[in-house]
């Protein structure tokens, strides 16, 4: 026979039990964004005017426990450019990096609310050809199937349209 001491502790060690036990896998639950991802340029929103003349555009991501490597590939106007793959930690670290094309990128990757996965991006332009230095803040998220990924980006300047960019993942029979 329990005392009631004993009672009491086993009860709530059976309602926290399964509390913490979902929490934890909730926790490891976070989305794998792994995959090739080809841009649906149909379904995206507020794409910039120079992927007029994209006629694909790859989205590379391996992914594991702590960290995303992320590539891209643009084919068009007969000629394809395929940046060097960048890794990130997915824990909010800053990666900073100075990219050949004359601009310094600033960019955090980490989980949030939702499984969402939160970029932060800031590019300061200082090369020959001058662009508007950038300040985005992106939303990631993929469908519960895994076929879709949309990312939403934001600029942290007030007055900047949102852009919505949706991709599906290529599968090896294609698309």
Do not use: H
């Amino acid at each position: 026979m329990l005392t009631r001491r004993e009672f009491v502790c086993t009860a709530m060690l059976a309602i926290l039990s399964p509390a913490t036990f979902s929490v934890s896998i909730k926790a490891a639950e976070k989305p794998d964004f792994s995959g090739i991802w080809i841009l649906d340029k149909a379904r995206s929103v507020n794409l910039p005017p120079l992927f007029q003349n994209v006629q694909e555009y790859l989205l590379t991501i391996k992914q594991d426990d702590k960290s995303i490597t992320v590539s891209t590939q643009f084919t068009g106007r007969g000629q394809t450019i395929a940046p060097e793959p960048d890794t990130f930690p997915i824990d909010g670290t800053v990666v900073e990096k100075n990219d050949n094309r004359g601009f310094k990128q600033k960019r955090s990757f980490r989980f949030g609310e939702n499984n969402s996965l939160y970029v932060e991006t800031e590019k300061i332009f200082s090369g020959e050809i001058q662009m508007q230095n950038a300040n985005e803040k992106e939303s990631w998220d993929i469908s519960e199937e895994g076929k879709t990924l949309v990312i939403t980006i934001s600029s942290k300047v007030e007055g900047g349209e949102k852009q919505v960019r949706v991709f599906t993942k290529k599968t090896q029979n294609g698309v």
